[in-house]
């Protein structure tokens, strides 16, 4: 029997993906670089729960409409956190370097 994995994902890697690209358009973020985008979507990946889904929308379907609230509040709070966590750690560096 053979078996095909690559629809397998987690459910929130896209939304991550497309939230942090979204957020680094703003005037603030600009700065970043690709390696503090990327370490901003894996810090909030790794706060979020892993939900493994083949189709995002068979999640979508069966979620209820607080679970779709509890979903936006929870990926706002860690990309809140991952990219303000990113920002610190990049100057705390860059002020240890020039000092």
Known sequence: MKFNFEQVHNYYERLVFEDVARISQEPRYHEFSADMLADVACLAL???PVRYVRHDVDMMFYMTEQER????RSMNEVLEFAFA???ERTARSARTLAG
């Open 46 to 48: 790794n706060r979020l």
């Open 69 to 72: 609230e509890t979903i936006e």
């Open 85 to 87: 966590f990113v920002e």
